[in-house]
């Protein structure tokens, strides 16, 4: 073997983040080091590896078929590793993970139920947050990955990845049937009494927002403290509010609420993985990180 472990390892972790940084912050070492080594491994080869951008890097013909017998064989060294331990008495990986409630149903449980079946021994720590202090959490270096709803403000030090769309629809109680009738114009059942979330939520500034992009001003009758009280406060017709579809559905299956459509089109929102490049994560949370990001 012409080249040493070492560089197969840097290969593989630049290869799977597609960026020299992220590569490096993920190996505790610096960028130009990263680059070295790397040229170092097409040199042994006699190859190109990489086709390098301003965006990143992508693999070559050569590389990609490099990466498909290197990934398999680092995952297996590291999987033996974490197996070692276990058997050595060592304490168990855990994960610190922010997530906010919209993020938690639409998407993150069926995820972790994957991931909990290829490692059991992984305690998670769960932590409920609206986006504001999730994002908060992370960049104090409390949880390892936030999982958030957008809109959102973030610094150029953070990764974020958008994996799932989602989209709200305006629903009332049954005093409200008359309203499900007809499409309605927002600027119609501006007077009806508003359930919100608190003023201090994401999702407040984004009904705030789509309320000024339609020339009015959003005044809610009451603010609740999660999503999940929106709805039974709907439901014993104390106004009107905005709901994910996904968390209407049983409910107006069951006609405990209408839907009240409306002529403006909702904007529709994103739940993102977020990660601090400066701060990497440990190999099972990366594997829970690469997990979380995947689409499929």
């Known amino acids: 073997m012409t080249a040493n472990f070492e560089h197969y390892k840097v290969f593989y972790y630049v290869a799977k983040y597609k960026n020299l940084t992220r590569a490096a912050n993920a190996l505790v070492t610096s960028q130009p080091s990263v680059t070295y080594c790397m040229q170092n491994l097409e040199s042994m080869l006699g190859c190109k590896l990489f086709i390098r951008s301003r965006k990143g890097v992508t693999l070559t013909a050569e590389g990609e ?16 590793e974490e ?9 168990h990986d855990h994960i610190n993970v922010g997530v906010t409630q919209v993020a938690m149903r639409s998407y993150l449980v069926e995820k972790l139920k994957v991931f ?6 992984v305690k998670l720590n769960i932590f409920n947050y609206n986006t504001k202090q999730t994002l908060s959490e992370l960049k104090a270096g409390k949880i390892d990955l936030a999982i958030i709803t ?16 989602f989209k709200s629809i305006l629903v009332g109680g049954r005093m409200y ?19 919100t979330m608190s003023s201090t939520t994401t999702t407040f500034g984004f009904l705030q927002e789509f309320y000024r992009s339609c020339g009015l001003t959003m005044q809610p009758a009451i603010e609740v403290a999660t ?12 106004g009107i509010g905005f709901v994910p579809e996904e968390f209407a559905g049983p409910f107006l299956e069951a006609k405990d609420i209408l839907e009240i459509k409306l002529h403006e089109q909702i904007p529709e929102r994103k739940i ?6 400066n701060r990497p994560l440990g190999t099972v949370a990366e594997e829970l990180q690469s997990m979380l990001e995947c689409q499929k």
């Not at 078929?65 to 033996?80: D, F, N, R, T």
């Not at 049937?177 to 359930?195: A, C, D, Q, T, W």
């Not at 999503?227 to 104390?238: E, S």
């Open 65 to 80: 078929h490099l990466y498909s017998y290197v990934a398999p064989a680092c995952k297996q060294l590291m999987q033996g």
């Open 83 to 91: 197996t070692l331990r276990e058997l050595l008495g060592e304490q």
């Open 116 to 121: 909990q079946e290829q490692y059991p021994q």
């Open 150 to 165: 957008n809109p959102i403000d973030y610094e150029q030090s953070l990764k974020v990845v958008e994996v799932k769309s």
């Open 177 to 195: 049937k008359e309203y499900g009738e007809r499409k309605m114009f927002l600027s119609e059942v501006v007077k009806l009494p508003l359930i």
């Open 227 to 238: 999503m999940d009280l929106i709805i039974p406060v709907i439901r014993k017709n104390l």
């Open 272 to 277: 993102c993985i977020v990660s601090d490049s």
